[in-house]
C-alpha cells in the first residue's frame, strides 16, 4: 500500500467512526459552525483533494433559488424534536416532487445544484398562524405544501416549492428563524 493509499484509508476510518459516535452537545456546536450541512465530509477535511462533483458558488449578484419551510413553534415546545423534524421533511418533499416539472425546482435539484440547496426555515406561533400564512401564500399564487399530519388533522408545517428569494421573502420578512 502506498502512502497515498494509507493517508486515504485512515481518512475513511476517522469518517466512519465519526459517524458511529453520538454526539454530544459540546461538540455539536463546533461541528455545526465549522461546517455546513450541505458540505460534503471530504470538504470538511482541509487535506482533502476537490473533485468534480464539488458544486462552484453562485455569483453574489444572482437571485438564489430557495426553499421555505415554516414549523409550528407550539409543536417544537411539545412534541419530540424528531417528530417535528419529520413533519417539515414531509412538507418539504411534497413541495418539491408535487411541483418536479417546475423550471426552478428542476434547476434547485440539479445534480450541479443538489449538494448546494437552500432552504430557510422559519417558524410561527401555532395553528390559527400557520393557517393564516398558508391563506396569505394561496392569495399571492405562491405554491406550498401545507402538511397536514393524519389520522390527526393537524397542521403541523408548510414548505414552498423552490423560489428565487427576491419572488416570495416578503411573504416570510415578519417570521423568525426557528431555533
Not at 409543536?75 to 411541483?99: E, F, M, R
Request: charged share 20%; with cysteine.
Amino acid at each position: 500500500m502506498t502512502l497515498l493509499g494509507t493517508a486515504l484509508s485512515i481518512s475513511v476510518i476517522r469518517v466512519t467512526l465519526t459517524h458511529l459516535r453520538a454526539p454530544s452537545f459540546s461538540n455539536r456546536a463546533s461541528r455545526l459552525s465549522s461546517n455546513s450541512m450541505s458540505q460534503s465530509a471530504a470538504t470538511a477535511d482541509p487535506n482533502a483533494i476537490a473533485t468534480t462533483n464539488d458544486a462552484p458558488s453562485q455569483p453574489e449578484n444572482a437571485d438564489v433559488v430557495v426553499q421555505y419551510v415554516v414549523l409550528r413553534r407550539d409543536l417544537i415546545d411539545t412534541w419530540p424534536l424528531g417528530s417535528v423534524v419529520t413533519q417539515g421533511c414531509h412538507a418539504s418533499v411534497s413541495a418539491v416532487w408535487s411541483n418536479k416539472e417546475d423550471p426552478f425546482t428542476v434547476d434547485y435539484c440539479s445534480p450541479d445544484k443538489i449538494d448546494s440547496m437552500h432552504k430557510v426555515t422559519l417558524e410561527v406561533k401555532g395553528e390559527p398562524q400557520i393557517k393564516n400564512l398558508s391563506e396569505k401564500l394561496t392569495a399571492g399564487g405562491i405554491i406550498h405544501k401545507l402538511w397536514i399530519e393524519q389520522p390527526e388533522n393537524i397542521p403541523t408545517c408548510l414548505a414552498t416549492k423552490p423560489y428565487p428569494k427576491s419572488s416570495v421573502s416578503s411573504y416570510f420578512k415578519k417570521l423568525k428563524l426557528c431555533k
